[in-house]
């Protein structure tokens, strides 16, 4: 709602007739003809003036004046800080919302345990445990649908969090992902004319007043640029988000550091903590812009990968105008299918976009990736493969450093080579994980059971693992894991976060590989950034390449890399074969000795 001025307030409430008390000239404040000022012939007199041939006003009169004066003023004031008494009401209903269904969760688990801890079946403890997590996370959907913004973007964040939270939670919050605030018309074009000083129509020949799509932070509108006739897809964030975003973060704050409170084995105050750091970062379009060049500048020096990156057209902090580049949602079977993409394909191009985002050197990494920010088209220039996968928001990002990747590899190596020793060390290097953490760090960081990546972490994920780990979490084990997870670096949180959404999106493809292709080429970008290491190291040593205790230590390195790249290459081929003949590939129980 736009604040009205005081002087419009004025003439409002003032709409008759008033007599000046110098001229007697009878004037209409608010009249439908639009009149000049100087249409109306000016009188000037002062009490000593011959010209004034009024009477004194007398004193009744004068009351009555000054008390249509006070009260119009009254009004116009209490109109104009309609819009304030508005957002103290709505911040007082958000706030309250979130502490009463807080106090309402907190009481149901609190007498939900007690009534566990009475009954001796484990069946019946593990239903009525369940039971809660369904009734509470329900109500906190409710709170989430209804505040919006953060808390969308909140609730999308904790329904991928499927290593950590019980599926009660995980799966309710599934809908989230696709039910998202769309922001008015009228909203948007205020926006734009605020922002840029324009309206959209200078700019823009066609302008979608309905969006194709909407996000928690924004939405998406198409349009044709007048000057050029390009069409562009305009991101644009939602004008009141930024308007609730530190009432919204500190309600996220206090909601987790309250649950702290009454259960201090569940610390999840490094979720809140995140958001603040990642949140005004979001809602930046001018760096999401420097995010999308930059990424699209990485990538073109690899053509294999058939990545695409919109052009940014410009940007404001609020407004982003992109090239549109349009595609179908990655989980989208039979578009796939009746265009003779190969879901296996897709798997393993997803697979290569984010492991060298990960592991490429100074490669910036996208920390968002869910089905929401992804699409995938037929491509039309290229033959092998015959699909683009299109990235979509470029928000989130961070740098991984050099020695947490190469820490980070070697662990990965480790786990797939199923060599224990090495994986419990560089799990200490790269999140200060001690022995008695590292089995949960493991599930946390592979999506998987400790038995299974114990023993080889090449089997498909099975409906009684799932189950599995779902009861382990029941046990207690959750409690271990926020603490854990509250423990490690911040940029480990948000490679989970990667990893967890882009393994979710691998299973919705349902592919006839399951996780070993993947985990192939996980191995040969692990083995490059080793490799890569080395190479480094022989640099810096005293001496030329040539010298015999460089040149040597050259040999072992390349021997050492080519031999792992023949294997994963041979490895790769037989899954291949395989795939073309029609065999299932997706149960197998030896790893790869790499």
């Given amino acids: 709602m736009k604040c009205l001025s005081v002087s419009t307030l004025g003439r409002l409430a003032s709409n008759r007739t008033w007599a000046c008390s110098n001229c007697c000239t009878t004037h209409i404040l608010v009249s439908p003809v639009k009149t000049s000022l100087r249409s109306f012939p000016r009188h000037y007199s002062t009490r000593f003036s011959g010209y004034s041939r009024r009477p004194p006003k007398s004193p009744r009169k004068k009351v009555t004046v000054l008390t249509a004066a006070a009260t119009a003023a009254t009004g116009a004031g209490v109109l104009a800080f309609t819009d304030e008494i508005k957002q103290g009401y709505d911040a007082t209903e958000r706030a309250g919302r979130v502490a009463t269904t807080l106090t309402i969760c907190i009481n149901d688990y609190r007498t939900t345990l007690n009534k566990r801890d009475q009954t001796e079946d484990p069946q019946e403890q593990d239903t009525i445990l369940r039971s809660c997590h369904k009734r509470c996370a329900e109500r ?4 989430l ?47 734009f004319r605020f922002d840029t000083g324009e309206e959209l129509k200078d700019y823009f020949s066609e302008f979608s007043e309905q969006p194709i799509g909407a996000a928690s932070l924004a939405q998406v509108h198409l349009a044709t640029i007048k000057e050029s006739g390009q069409k562009v897809a305009v991101k644009v964030q939602h004008p009141g ?30 979720l809140s903590s995140e958001m603040e750091v990642s949140l005004p970062q979001e809602l930046d379009f001018q760096l ?38 349009s595609g179908h949602r990655l989980d989208d079977l039979e ?63 961070r740098d991984i450093p050099e020695s947490l990747r190469r820490s980070y590899a070697k662990m990965w190596l480790a786990v797939i080579d199923g060599d224990m020793a090495a994986m419990k060390r560089y799990a200490h290097e790269v999140a200060g994980i001690t ?48 603490t854990m997870l509250g423990q490690v670096p911040r940029i ?33 970008y692990c ?28 040999v072992v390195a390349c021997l050492g890399y080519l031999r792992v790249e023949l294997k994963l290459e041979a490895f790769e081929l037989w899954l291949s074969i395989k795939r073309m003949v029609g065999m299932n590939t997706v149960v197998y129980g030896s790893a790869v000795s790499l």
């Fill in 335 to 397: 578009y796939l299918d009746s265009n003779h993409i190969d879901r296996d394909e897709v798997s393993a191009t997803l697979a290569r976009i984010f492991n060298e985002m990960i592991f490429g050197k100074n490669a910036p990494l996208h920390c968002d990736p869910h089905g929401g920010n992804l699409a995938i088209r037929k491509a039309t220039r290229r033959k092998h493969p015959n699909f683009e996968i299109i990235i979509y928001d470029h928000g989130l990002y």
């Fill in 435 to 482: 022995d008695e953490q590292f089995p949960l760090f493991a599930s946390a960081i592979t999506g998987r059971d400790y038995t299974v990546v114990s023993s080889s972490i090449l089997k498909s994920r099975s409906e009684e693992e799932k189950k599995t780990m779902s009861h382990a979490l029941q046990e207690g084990l959750l409690s271990d894991l926020v």
């Fill in 492 to 524: 480990i949180l948000l490679i989970l976060k990667t990893n967890d959404l882009t393994r979710s999106l691998d299973e919705n493809l349902h592919t006839r590989q399951g996780p070993m292709r993947n985990f192939m080429i996980l191995a040969r």
């Fill in 145 to 191: 649908e209804k505040n919006g913004g953060i808390f969308i973007k909140l609730g999308q964040h904790l329904s991928a969090m499927t290593y950590l939270l019980p599926p009660e939670w995980t799966d309710t919050f599934i809908p989230l992902q696709d039910k998202c605030p769309v922001s008015s018309f009228e909203s948007i074009e205020e926006m």
């Fill in 288 to 325: 999401e812009a420097a995010n999308a060049i930059r990424t699209k500048e990485y990538f073109a020096q690899i053509p294999e990968i058939p990545l695409v990156i919109p052009d940014v057209i410009w940007a404001k902090k609020r407004i982003l105008v992109m090239a549109n580049e």
């Fill in 140 to 143: 906190t959907l409710k709170v």
């Fill in 527 to 554: 083995a490059r950034t080793v490799f890569r290491e080395q190479l480094e190291e022989i640099r810096e040593r005293p001496g030329s390449l040539l010298w015999p205790g460089n040149a040597l230590r050259f």
């Fill in 241 to 270: 988000l930024a308007q609730w975003a530190p009432l919204d973060l500190a309600l996220t704050r206090f909601t987790f550091t309250t649950l702290k409170k009454f259960f201090p084995e569940y610390d999840l105050e490094w």
